[in-house]
């Protein structure tokens, strides 16, 4: 079953900071962030195992709590770079490799 | 850095055509994945592989199939195309914790 993602969508300007959530039924190994901008391929952003551990790319931040089987996206001072649309993809056992993806929030960064 | 080759951007085919997806990855990764992309659904998974000669359904294998003959060679196959199948198609390269490497996609129009 795939993971329930939100917003659907949220406008920024410049320097603005925004979460991103992602929530599962299931229970978590992990979780990825993708990015993807217009007509290009997802691109990895991070995974977080399961132990509620944080991590971060450029101001780019995320956390993951296995108990409520959520993890959140924190877009920090946000840059014009940032548009796109995200997704949060979740695996289920240790040895899965496999994703289920959200439906992606998009995120546009106005000037 | 691990490159996931599709062979086509763009295809148009007819509605009953057998068409052949062909997605090449060059770092000797077990893992391969075909998903579809359609909006607001974000990827939906249709076929994986952990291995050569190796396959596993996903969430949406009817009207599909997979053959990975090499392991760097994952191929998705559309028994008899029909236009609820026009999609934006994802394959997908994974080993260990470094997240999925997408190839840039191919758009699939059937009419």
């Known amino acids: 079953q795939q993971p329930v993602q939100s917003p659907q969508a949220v406008i920024l300007r410049e320097g603005e900071d925004a979460v991103i959530n992602c929530s599962s039924s299931?229970?978590?190994?992990?979780v990825h962030w993708y990015r993807q901008k217009h007509g290009e391929a997802p691109v990895f952003l991070m995974i977080?195992?399961?132990?509620?551990e944080q991590k971060g790319h450029e101001k780019i931040s995320a956390s993951f709590n296995e108990k409520k089987q959520q993890s959140s996206l924190y877009l920090t001072a946000s840059q014009l770079s940032y548009s796109g649309t995200y997704f949060c993809g979740t695996e289920s056992g240790s040895n899965d490799y496999k994703l289920s993806f959200g439906a992606g929030t998009t995120v546009t960064v106005r000037a | 850095d691990v490159k996931v080759t599709q062979s086509s951007r763009y295809l148009v085919k007819r509605t009953g055509e057998k068409v052949f997806l062909e997605c090449v990855q060059d770092m000797d990764h077990e893992n391969m994945f075909w998903y579809r992309q359609d909006p607001g659904l974000g990827l939906r998974l249709i076929y994986f592989s952990y291995d050569v000669k190796m396959k596993e359904k996903g969430d949406i294998p009817e009207g599909y199939s997979v053959s990975r003959e090499k392991k760097e060679r994952f191929s998705l196959i559309l028994e008899s195309a029909s236009t609820n199948q026009t999609s934006m198609y994802l394959c997908a390269s994974y080993r260990g914790r470094s997240g999925y490497t997408f190839g840039s996609g191919t758009r699939l129009t059937v009419v």
């Open positions: 299931k229970a978590l190994y992990s």
């Open positions: 977080l195992l399961k132990g509620g």
